[in-house]
């Protein structure tokens, strides 16, 4: 069965600091890679997807990157946060099966404090 | 217009109710449809896939509506297990999936 990982689990970091979360997927082979932020009582904003290595399209202007170094391997960076950083960062894979919908699964998230 | 619409709630229901959820999106080239539910501080999880003849997963009913751009998600028999955000989320183009702000059910003993 396919297995998302995501750490680490919580961080706060102070304004000006780089950033660096990991995602890896299992069980699974080229499958779609997305990064989603979401503010406290907010909706998920999609931050980034990916189709494959090295392909990465984003979705909202901000100080934020992605890349994607390795088929199963999502990385969302940023040289200096900011407060408005902070949030619930959730990575997601899905793949694109015939004859139905694909669905997105999600890791269990890193939730990210700025001070 | 927003891509995709909810009633934010709350929806405050005693054990045993029946509570019905709608969803509207604006974009009439949208392809596939999904419900996801929210635990407070944990990761959205998969409820199910909506399919244009409509679909039933054992207490739960999903409908579509093309001509109206609707989706909507009945919980029948509800259980205090089933409080949560529910997330109704739409593909656009591309791989691009968009996440509706969700609607908080509450279900009181």
């Known amino acids: 069965s396919q297995t998302i990982h995501q750490w680490p689990a919580t961080l706060v970091q102070p304004v000006g600091s780089p950033l660096s979360l990991e995602c890896t997927v299992e069980?699974?082979?080229?499958?779609?890679l997305y990064w989603y932020r979401q503010a406290a009582g907010r909706g998920l904003q999609l931050l980034f997807y990916?189709?494959?290595?090295?392909?990465i399209s984003s979705e909202v202007p901000q100080n934020l990157s992605a890349s994607r170094p390795q088929d199963r391997q999502f990385i969302l960076s940023s040289k200096k946060l900011l407060l408005s950083d902070s949030g619930f960062y959730l990575c997601a894979w899905s793949v694109r099966t015939s004859g139905r919908a694909y669905e997105q699964y999600f890791g269990p998230g890193t939730r990210l404090t700025v001070t | 217009r927003k891509e995709v619409e909810q009633d934010p709630g709350p929806f405050n229901v005693p054990e045993g109710a029946t509570v019905a959820f709608n969803c509207t999106y604006s974009n009439s080239a949208s392809q596939s449809f999904f419900w996801y539910r929210q635990d407070c501080r944990k990761e959205p999880k998969l409820l199910m896939s909506v399919y244009s003849s409509g679909n039933e997963d054992g207490r739960f009913t999903a409908q579509l509506n093309r001509a109206s751009q609707y989706i909507s998600l009945l919980i029948r028999d509800s259980k205090l297990s089933d409080s949560a955000t529910y997330l109704c989320?739409?593909?656009?183009?591309?791989?691009?999936?968009?996440f509706g702000p969700g609607t908080r059910l509450s279900v009181l003993p």
């Open positions: 069980g699974t082979s080229n499958p779609n």
């Open positions: 990916s189709v494959g290595i090295g392909q």
């Open positions: 989320v739409v593909t656009g183009s591309g791989q691009n999936f968009v």
